[in-house]
């Protein structure tokens, strides 16, 4: 595969070229080495997987990606250009979205209102001009409205729309994150872990919706799980990750082959 | 009517308008909390600058005045103008926000991650050296704050309450404009942070930063809007405070009452700050008027954080801040 060539996968989705590249990442805490010189690609339209047993660095990545953390070597690329050291703010204004591990959810909020939040990058309105053109700013609030409406349908919250969101469940709490990263339109969606701690019938819904999501908005994924069963399902290639370093890199069957990752997944001594 | 209970009532209305003032101090202190985390001693310290800071702008008063005349033998003191109070509440908020932005830059900026103490701490620095500053800047004396607010007793209140009971109530207009004000401004205030960009951007930082960061929302920038709006709000406490007593330093101790008003409110309720300050001012105004005789007066100085203490030992979280459930 070269960076500008457009494939189509076996079910028909087309994958573009290269969104984001990392280069030669390398993340330290102290004297821990989370993350040890990796290098990957997302492509355009693909759903990108990271896996690997915990510990191995895979939310430190998509920490980096997202700009929370700041990697000491290694450059990452964004549609072609390199991203200068950025807060994460600015990635999400970038369109870059995600989701936490530890869910991170507006707790004295309802569902609707944190999915709102998710517009705030799409609302140019500024103080002074709400004030002033107050018409202006209701327009572009029903607009925004509207289209979160469609999304909390889309993902079939609708009828806890009003509710807090400490009051839900935590599989329904990992639903409203997603709606409110989706209500962002993002061009790049990171899912840490969506499907932990949920039991299987959770796990079938929110790969259903990952799968949805990405078909229906185009949306380029990349979702970070150790559970290999349902990753290898749902995404078009895996990274594969053990203690910071890169052990496998390809499509599920090429992973699944790959000698690194049965030994690390079965738990063959490290040396 | 008995006598005593139309005063108490007396009493009561003119304690209830003292507590708008509480409240406007603890609002200051509650918008900060939330949205920083940040305990704000200096929030008192704040309708203290600008107080002095409106007087100083409106009356044409040389800034620095006293400091550049021993410097360079020069004789300023005023402009020479008088402006508009409108005018000079506008550049008294202007200034208010520089304030903001200068406390964002040099101070919360460089503390962030700290722990609370630390940050509680730089705000004790922040309140001595504001003191300090304010007095450089505009000098020590008592000064008389006029912008124009009615003042004195009404004598419509008076006269109808005296048809009604043959016993005319005292209330002051100035009370009764704070206490219109202070509605008006806590209305916009609710409105500004349900209805638009911003306001939704502040309410989501008061509940999780790294949500925050994750949809799009400048911590720093939000930093700077909130203690701009505090600073609105202290502004606006000043006025009212300085139209009442002067504009005088011991602004800023009064302003510790809202310390009770907050272990009453809640550090975190809205709601909590105007009713906890509302509580105090007529709590203790009822106090000094039927048990104050009794203990030989001067009940006004203790009455409310004794109060306070009483609801720490059986309600620690206030009366409406969230309820405090230990993970275990
Ligand atoms: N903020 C942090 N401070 C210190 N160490 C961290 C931090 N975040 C992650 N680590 C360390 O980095 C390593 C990788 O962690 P993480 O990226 O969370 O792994 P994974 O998501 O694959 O389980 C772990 O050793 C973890 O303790
Ligand atoms: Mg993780």
Redesign the interface.
């Known amino acids: 595969m070269n960076d500008t060539a457009v494939t189509t996968t076996p079910d028909g989705r087309t994958i573009g070229g290269v969104l984001m590249e990392m280069k030669h990442i390398t993340l330290r805490f102290g004297g821990v080495e989370a993350i040890k010189d990796i290098s990957f690609d997302i492509r355009e339209g693909e759903i990108r997987a990271i896996i690997g047993p915990n510990g191995a660095g895979k939310s430190s990545m998509l920490n980096i990606i ?1 700009g ?1 953390y700041v990697p000491q070597e290694g450059e990452v690329w964004f549609r072609g250009v390199k991203r200068p050291p950025m ?3 600015q990635v ?2 970038l369109g870059i ?2 989701t ?1 591990q530890n869910i ?6 309802s569902v609707l ?1 944190n999915v ?3 517009r ?2 799409h ?1 140019s ?1 500024g ?1 002074f001009g ?1 004030a002033l053109w107050w018409g202006h ?1 209701q327009a572009e ?1 029903v607009e925004n409205r509207a289209k979160v409406e469609r999304i909390i349908d889309f993902l079939e919250i609708q009828n806890i729309r009003k509710t807090p969101v400490a009051r839900l469940p935590y599989g329904l709490k990992k639903r409203v994150e997603l709606a ?2 989706l209500a ?1 339109e993002p061009s790049l969606l990171l899912l840490d872990e969506p499907m932990a701690g949920m039991n299987v019938e959770e796990k079938e819904d929110m790969s259903r919706f990952i799968l949805d999501v990405n078909d229906e908005f185009g949306t380029t994924i990349a979702l970070i799980e150790h559970d290999m069963g349902v990753v290898m399902d749902i995404s078009d290639r895996v990274v594969v990750m053990d203690y910071g370093k890169k052990i496998g890199d390809g499509t599920p069957d090429e992973v699944r082959a790959n000698q690194d990752v049965i030994d690390a997944y079965l738990g063959v001594a490290h040396d | 009517m008995p006598d005593t209970l139309l005063f108490a009532i007396e009493v009561t209305l003119n304690g209830l308008m003292a507590g708008v003032l509480y409240a406007l101090v603890a609002l200051g202190f509650v918008l900060i909390f939330k949205a920083s985390g940040v305990f704000n001693y200096a929030q008192g310290v704040m309708a203290l600058f600008a107080a002095l800071t409106l007087v100083g702008i409106m009356e044409g008063q040389v800034p620095f005045g006293h400091l550049l005349n021993v410097i360079f033998g020069t004789e300023l003191t005023t402009f020479g103008w008088t402006l508009p109070s409108v005018v000079g509440i506008l550049l008294t908020m202007g200034v208010m926000v520089v304030l903001a932005i200068l406390i964002e830059k040099l101070i919360l900026k460089h503390l962030v991650n700290q722990p609370d103490i630390i940050l509680f701490m730089a705000t004790i620095g922040l309140a001595y050296f504001m003191e300090g500053f304010g007095d450089l800047m505009w000098g020590s004396d008592i000064k008389k704050l006029d912008v124009g607010l009615p003042q004195g007793i009404s004598d419509v209140i008076d006269t109808t309450t005296f048809g009604w009971f043959g016993y005319g109530f005292f209330i002051d207009k100035l009370d009764i404009t704070a206490t219109v004000v202070a509605a008006l401004l806590v209305t916009v205030l609710v409105l500004f942070s349900q ?4 306001g ?2 502040m ?2 930082v ?3 930063h ?10 720093r920038f939000i930093w700077v809007l909130v203690w701009s709006i505090a600073g609105f709000v202290a502004l606006v406490a000043g006025i009212m405070w300085g139209a009442k007593s002067g504009v005088q330093f011991s602004l800023s101790l009064i302003a510790l009452k809202a310390l009770p008003v907050l272990m009453l409110g809640g550090f975190t309720s809205i709601p909590g700050a105007i009713v906890g300050g509302l509580i105090i001012g007529v709590g203790e105004k009822l106090f000094e008027f039927f048990i104050g005789p009794m203990v030989g007066g001067a009940t006004e100085n203790w009455f409310a954080y004794v109060l306070a203490l009483l609801f720490l030992v059986f309600r620690p979280q206030g009366l409406f801040g969230e309820r405090i459930i230990e993970r275990v």
């Open positions: 997202s929370f807060k994460p703010f999400a204004k979205a995600r936490f991170a959810l507006f707790d004295g909020m209102d709102m939040t998710g705030l990058t609302m309105s103080l709400q700013a609030e409110r990263a962002a | 209805y638009t960009k911003q939704r951007a309410r989501a008061a509940d999780d790294q949500a925050a960061l994750s949809v799009g929302i400048s911590l």
